[in-house]
């Protein structure tokens, strides 16, 4: 395993993996395979191709297209596929959710099957701890059922099951991950940690889903990448490994340590009509992957002050975003009437 295809490494998590692996193993090489929509773009990686050169290499291209994957897996020599590919923002689902079924189930099925033609020696599959559905109680294991209760998570559960279609049918040599929100630099701010955080910065209200008493386990990305890493290095083939810090937070105190973070006050915060089918709360439990070594190294509350201190320090990649128009047309969308409503109330 030494030339990967990263696809979707143009985003958030995958432009952090890139990085991580690149400046581990000197030995190896990473082809960027990506179809930059509105969350890829190439600032993620401009260190990277700087820093990097002679060992990266960057392909647009989307990855429902087979002949372009084939192409692009051949021209390169690729052994090892990770798959980060995916629309990713839950909301986002809620309002088109056929291009989450494009991407995060055809889009797979299409991965899968240029590991199986061309014999790779591994694909990865990125995953979620959303697939378990809410959890009211006690901590997911990866043999739980799959209960996904939004268009996001009922693709990505589709793109499990596809994946371990693979194994069980013609061995294809897969292993799997399921990570918690994960947070850090690069995050598109359409979730809420980098949302929250930008807002506050510009002294704007953080509009907080219901009662903002939904729990999740937020961990610092390079925490993910390590385990993905362990995995793709010492996991079992055909076996699903959670990824998270093992505990989780109420999202009132997350928004807490934001605002306290960067010393703005309790009043920013707004909450407005709650998300459909919110789930109340994720919780994994991660026993499996520390059994092969592996240990969380930012608990949450450390992970939301490093991360909202990136943002205050980087204004120069999320302020082309806020102010771009894209941004602007789904922020007017998903929030204007929330903010709205609230403040007539008031
Ligand atoms: P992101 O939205 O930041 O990035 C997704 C990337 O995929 C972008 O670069 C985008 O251009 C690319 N992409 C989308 N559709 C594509 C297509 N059809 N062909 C090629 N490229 C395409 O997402 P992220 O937060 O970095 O998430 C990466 C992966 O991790 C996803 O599979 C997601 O489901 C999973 N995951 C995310 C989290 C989280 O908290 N962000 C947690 C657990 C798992
Ligand atoms: P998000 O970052 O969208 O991740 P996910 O839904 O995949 O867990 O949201 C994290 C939590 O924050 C979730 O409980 C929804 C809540 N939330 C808000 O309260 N307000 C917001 O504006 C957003 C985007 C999320």
């Known amino acids: 395993m030494r030339r990967l295809m990263v696809t979707g490494g143009a985003g958030f998590i995958g432009s952090n993996f890139v990085r991580y692996m690149l400046e581990k193993y000197p030995e190896y090489f990473i082809l960027v395979y ?56 839950v909301d986002r689902s809620l309002m088109e959710p056929g291009s989450f079924i494009q991407t995060d189930v055809y889009g797979t099925f299409v991965l899968l099957e240029t590991a199986k033609r061309l014999g790779l020696e591994r694909y990865h599959q990125i995953s979620t701890d959303e697939v378990y559905g809410q959890v009211l109680t006690g901590r997911s294991k990866e043999s739980d059922p799959l209960a996904p209760r939004s268009p996001y998570s009922a693709s990505k559960a589709s793109g499990d099951l596809m994946t371990l279609a693979y194994w069980e049918s013609w061995q294809v040599p897969v292993t799997l991950t399921r990570g918690s929100n994960n947070i850090g630099p690069y995050q598109y701010p359409e979730k809420v940690v980098p ?34 890493d362990v995995v793709l290095h010492r996991g079992a083939l055909g076996e699903i490994y959670n990824v998270g810090t093992g505990s989780e937070m109420p999202n009132l105190e997350m928004t807490q340590i934001v605002l306290e973070t960067l010393g703005k006050p309790a ?53 082309p975003i806020k102010s771009g128009e894209l941004y602007q047309a789904y922020y007017a969308q998903q929030y204007g009437k929330r903010l709205s409503e609230k403040a007539e109330r008031r």
């Open 34 to 89: 990506d179809k930059l929509t509105y969350a890829g773009r190439l600032e993620n990686l401009e260190d990277v191709a700087a820093k990097f050169a002679g060992r990266y290499a960057f392909v647009k291209g989307d990855i429902c297209d087979a002949a372009a994957v084939e192409e692009a897996a051949r021209t390169y020599a690729i052994d090892t596929i990770v798959n980060f590919a995916a629309e990713t923002h």
């Open 195 to 228: 949302l929250f955080t930008i807002n506050a910065l510009d002294d704007q209200p953080l509009p907080v889903y219901g009662d903002g008493l939904q729990m999740r386990d937020y961990q610092y990305v390079l925490d993910h990448c390590e385990g993905i």
């Open 267 to 319: 009043s920013l915060i707004q909450h407005v009509e709650d998300r459909a089918g919110h789930d109340r709360r994720y919780a994994l439990d991660v026993s499996k992957l520390r059994a092969l070594g592996w240990e969380s190294r930012h608990t949450c509350a450390e992970a939301i002050e490093k991360t909202v201190r990136w943002y205050a320090e980087n204004a120069w990649w999320w302020r």
